[in-house]
């Protein structure tokens, strides 16, 4: 039977784009989920910065939960950030923070600014959740990091990726958690608040379309430590190419600098 080259085309184009569109799991990624620490020497205070990365097109979804963070309602319980809309669940990634004071007898005042170093995030909405991120080992806490716990801290330390059983809980109640007030520019995503001894701030975060990388981290309040995740663009584009009878096709794709 011969098949028309045109009709191919089209049918391959379409089976195409259902392949890419069509995915619709959610989950966090391993290798950008984790922990790290941050120091300010003049105060002798330390703050764990524990932090996530989930991508919409891996692992399980859920309606009201798009992004896996495995909490029921997740998508409408983001207090949105000042200039932001929803949250932007058609977006590809969720960037999640959350951080704690250690030691825990100690109050810290953290002013962050999460910088690409000039490059542009991509933020398409942002906010924050009175929620906790969770492990195997429950919600984070004073004596229970994202991941691995105990890490001893050391400046420019890589961070501490790999979190076994990953979600997002609301128990115990979360009245006690800390509100941040947000901001953000094209090329960074700021946050200030106070934590008292023992407290831990809400989970903050935003949308964005560009993959994860690692940088190091500086605070505003001088606090200094080891990689976070921020979003880096990564252009790329598909080209179908069908020459005549031949049934041609070739599919390329281009990654962008980061």
């Not at 098949?3 to 950008?32: D, E, K, Q, W, Y």
Request: charged residues 10%; glycine residues 14%; negative net charge.
């Amino acid at each position: 039977m011969q098949i028309n080259p045109r009709v191919f085309c089209s049918l391959l184009a379409a089976a195409l784009v259902l392949g890419f569109v069509g995915r619709t799991n959610a989950g966090f990624l391993n290798g950008f989920s984790g922990n790290t620490k941050a120091e300010n020497t003049g105060l002798s205070a330390k703050i764990t910065k524990n932090f996530a990365v989930l991508d919409r097109l891996t692992g399980a979804s859920s309606t009201g939960d798009v992004f896996g963070t495995g909490q029921t309602g997740f998508d409408t319980s983001m207090i949105a950030g000042a200039g932001s809309g929803a949250l932007d669940t058609g977006a590809r990634y969720l960037y999640l923070y959350q951080d704690v004071a250690s030691p825990a007898s100690l109050a810290v005042f953290v002013g962050d600014d999460l910088s690409s170093q000039g490059t542009p995030l991509g933020i398409t909405s942002y906010g924050q959740w009175r929620l906790h991120l969770a492990d195997d080992s429950g919600i984070v806490s004073t004596t229970n990091d994202f991941g691995q716990d105990g890490i001893a801290f050391s400046p420019g330390a890589p961070a501490n990726t790999g979190v076994t059983n990953p979600s997002i809980s609301s128990s115990p109640p979360t009245i006690g958690l800390i509100q941040a007030d947000l901001s953000v520019t094209s090329t960074s995503f700021s946050q200030q608040f106070s934590l008292g001894a023992g407290e831990v701030e809400r989970v903050v975060g935003f949308t964005s379309n560009y993959i994860p990388q690692f940088l190091a981290f500086n605070s505003e309040s001088n606090f200094a430590g080891g990689a976070l995740p921020v979003p880096a663009p990564e252009p790329s584009s598909i080209v179908l190419l069908c020459a005549g009878g031949l049934g041609l096709v070739g599919y390329f794709r281009r990654r962008g600098r980061v």
